[in-house]
């Protein structure tokens, strides 16, 4: 048995920003990981998965070339061996900046090894030899992140079974694709190995994309994902075998044979064996903790519960948000922090993003949209890429900005734009008295708050400060 100030358990994100604050003060520490380092985003999440998205927008961007009066894009084509080994090659140099933060630590700091809680103080730790540790601590930090949802009917059919975990070691991709589940990730990569030459099919047990909950940005994404790849939309699937090796994947009204499904279902808390149930406060059903979401504190515990892990906001800078107010409170005592306004984005063509409220949030309450598409938009048509909706969200009257959906090019800039204008408690007229240069996608932005505007305040002048 040994003592610790400070215990932290996972290093991913959380864990890893945690345990830069910690060092700034004591090294009366100890970092617990089971499995690989490096974390979610840097090994099979943010990092290689846009690095498969950039070579398939510039392969795709290469068929529309002679639009710009440019010859020969036709004949491009993607190696897909080397477009995964430079995916690979850019991913391992993302780990190995990441790898640092741990490889710096004594021995005593860092064990590899399975832990378990025995109680608000106390984690046993086993490593991979069966030899068990027993630590105690004055403040314990759950930062154990999430592994990929994979139904347990679906093991059967070993490797033909990918999730992002797996799909980024492949030598080679297959042919034919399914993508189960819609949401971020299975959008992106859907759109991704389509424009790569994948054939792609996708399958979604909702009736929307991504992060979307606005009926009409939803239609919009639709139509525009729809066609590079089709979908299949508010069914479950089944998945049986096919012909020549091939797995069946069925919906109950459409069936497709492929050579390998990509499940893109979520990821879920690494909780199982973790002791949660030791710490004596009530779980839901999903064997989680109350915890709150300002302080990452778990009632009046000496344990915080932050990252990926506590099942809130699976995204990078949220859980190094996390790992900082985690280990702030456990240095320094109980503060609670103001959390960033919430920003999601999907890095597919065109962009969406959602900022803020959604629509589905302010279902019950008073609010006035405005909308514009960029259909018509002229930077976007000047770049051939004149699509997509965008709405705004704001209070009646005030006209403080609350939220926003869109469907876009560049809806990473424009949701920027709203989340630090939110942020801000910004109001529309305030916004619309900043700079908007010409000729810019953000001109886009601008026309949807002049309707929000009118929504808001009427046709009283807004766009100029006045002196």
Not at 21 to 35: A, E, L, S, W, Y
Request: include cysteine.
């Amino acid at each position: 048995m040994r003592h610790v100030r400070f215990a932290i358990l996972g290093a991913g994100t959380a864990g890893l920003t945690a345990l830069s604050q910690v060092r700034k003060h004591t090294d009366d520490f100890v970092i617990i990981n089971h499995g690989p380092y490096g974390t979610t985003c840097a090994r099979v999440g943010c990092m290689p998965s846009k690095a498969l998205i950039q070579a398939a927008d510039d392969l795709h961007r290469g068929s529309q070339l002679a639009t710009l009066g440019i010859e020969g894009g036709a004949g491009l084509r993607a190696n897909l061996p080397a477009v995964l080994q430079r995916v690979r090659d850019y991913r391992d140099a993302r780990v190995a900046g990441v790898l640092g933060a741990t490889q710096s630590l004594q021995p005593a700091q860092s064990l590899a090894g399975r832990a378990r809680l025995d109680g608000p103080g106390r984690v046993r730790v086993v490593d991979a030899q069966g030899q068990e540790t027993l630590l105690t601590a004055d403040h314990v930090l759950i930062a154990t992140g999430t592994h990929p949802v994979v139904p347990a009917e679906w093991l059967a059919f070993g490797d033909r079974v990918l999730t992002t975990d797996t799909l980024f070691e492949l030598a080679d991709l297959p042919r034919r694709i399914a993508m189960v589940g819609l949401g971020v990730i299975g959008v992106e990569l859907g759109q991704a190995l389509a424009r790569l030459g994948v054939q792609v099919h996708g399958f979604e047990l909702r009736t929307s994309l991504g992060p979307l909950t606005d009926p009409v940005i939803q239609e919009e994404a639709l139509r525009r994902i729809g066609a590079d790849f089709p979908l299949h939309m508010g069914r479950a699937v089944t998945l049986h075998e096919g012909t020549a090796g091939a797995l069946r994947v069925d919906n109950g009204q459409t069936a497709v044979e492929v050579d390998a499904v990509l499940a893109a279902l979520g990821r879920r808390p690494n909780i199982d064996g973790l002791g949660l149930e030791t710490l004596g406060v009530p779980l839901d059903a999903r064997g989680l903790p109350a915890f709150d979401r300002n302080t990452l504190q778990i009632g009046d515990l000496p344990v915080y519960f932050t990252g990926d892990v506590n099942g809130e906001l699976q995204v990078l800078h949220e859980a190094s948000d996390e790992g900082f107010i985690a280990a702030y409170n456990a240095l320094h005592g109980t503060t609670r922090f103001r959390r960033r306004v919430p920003l999601a984005i999907a890095f597919t063509d065109p962009q969406i993003a959602v900022v803020g409220q959604s629509w589905q949030a302010l279902q019950g309450q008073a609010f006035a949209t405005g909308g514009f598409n960029f259909a018509q938009q002229a930077r976007a048509m000047a770049m051939l890429r004149a699509a997509g909706q965008l709405h705004v969200y704001a209070e009646p009257g005030s006209g403080r900005l609350l939220g926003a959906e869109m469907c876009v090019p560049g809806a990473e800039h424009l949701g920027h734009l709203l989340a630090l204008a939110i942020q801000r408690d910004m109001t529309v007229a305030e916004l619309l008295t900043l700079p908007f240069y010409h000729p810019v996608l953000e001109e886009g932005l601008r026309a949807a708050l002049r309707v929000l505007a009118r929504a808001v305040y009427g046709d009283a002048p807004l766009e100029m400060a006045r002196l």
